[in-house]
């Protein structure tokens, strides 16, 4: 099992009364799932999302990758987890405006150390495995919203991570370009060579439907999670 949460909870404290985001989430997650996190508003999807990308931290339960502990890394682990094993998309797109297409993809090598030289190489590749070879000199305000979410995605692959999160992917794209981004994470999590987990937080039914995988959420439980009968007949 690539990701797996035993008993999380998540309590936020608030003004001397406790608010438990997370209420004891068991949830085993693997490569090769597409899976989309659903629930109204407050029921706790970014919480869970920031957890599976250690972006946050369990108030009690485990959380383990691959099968190792790390609910609780120090601040270095947990940055260097971040940015080897997950790659984060999110509603607006986040891309620096200054830089071009290939640039902001070759964001997070520059972070692991790299020179802009020695990443342009990966950048381009990451680049064209979204469909963007002929973007790369653009920059974030020369491309239409789907083309920028396709960049968010090649920046978000750059390390070549087993984890794919993504918040609202499709938030702020009409129906024709939110399909495109949701066939190119739907590829990622299928692609044979290097299967991965792409785990979505949305509140758009189209895009629900999409994954193979749903896991809906109210106030802080799992009330439902459900596989599309081919994602179980593929298991078989
Ligand atoms: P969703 O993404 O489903 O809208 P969230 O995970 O953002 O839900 O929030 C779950 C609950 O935790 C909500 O009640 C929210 O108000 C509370 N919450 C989230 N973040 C914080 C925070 N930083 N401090 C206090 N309460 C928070
Ligand atoms: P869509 O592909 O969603 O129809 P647009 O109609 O916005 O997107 O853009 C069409 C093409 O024009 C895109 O491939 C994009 O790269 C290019 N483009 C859009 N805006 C600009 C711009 N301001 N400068 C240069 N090229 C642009």
Redesign the pocket.
């Known amino acids: 099992m690539l990701l797996e949460l035993r008993e999380v909870e998540?309590v936020?404290?608030?003004g001397g009364a406790d608010?438990?985001?997370?209420d004891g989430i068991d949830l085993a997650l693997d490569a090769g799932e597409f899976v989309a996190?659903t629930?109204?508003?407050?029921?706790?999807?970014?919480?869970?999302?920031?957890i599976l990308g250690a972006l946050d931290t369990p108030s009690s339960g485990s959380v383990r990758f691959d099968g190792a502990e790390i609910g609780g890394l120090g601040d270095r682990a947990q940055s260097e987890f971040r940015l080897r094993r997950v790659g984060f998309v999110f509603q607006f797109f986040n891309l620096l405006p200054t830089l071009t297409a290939w640039e902001n993809v070759a964001v997070p090598a520059l972070l692991g150390g790299q020179s802009l030289a020695r990443a342009r190489p990966a950048a381009t590749r990451s680049l064209e495995s979204v469909g963007l070879g002929d973007r790369a000199e653009h920059r974030p305000a020369e491309l239409s919203g789907g083309q920028m979410q396709r960049v968010a995605v090649a920046r978000a692959l750059m390390m070549d991570p087993p984890v794919i999160l993504a918040d609202e992917p499709t938030g702020n794209l009409d129906s024709k370009t939110g399909r495109e981004v949701l066939d190119v994470l739907g590829a990622l999590a299928k692609d044979t060579a290097a299967p991965r987990l792409v785990v979505m937080?949305t509140h758009d039914r189209t895009a629900a439907e999409w994954a193979d995988r749903r896991v809906s959420?109210v106030d802080?439980k799992i009330r439902a999670d459900t596989r599309s009968a081919d994602a179980v007949a593929a298991e078989v």
Request: no cysteine; proline share 4%.
């Open positions: 998540r936020y404290r608030v608010v438990r985001a997370l996190v629930g109204p508003s407050g029921a706790g999807k970014s919480t869970l999302l920031h937080v959420l802080g």
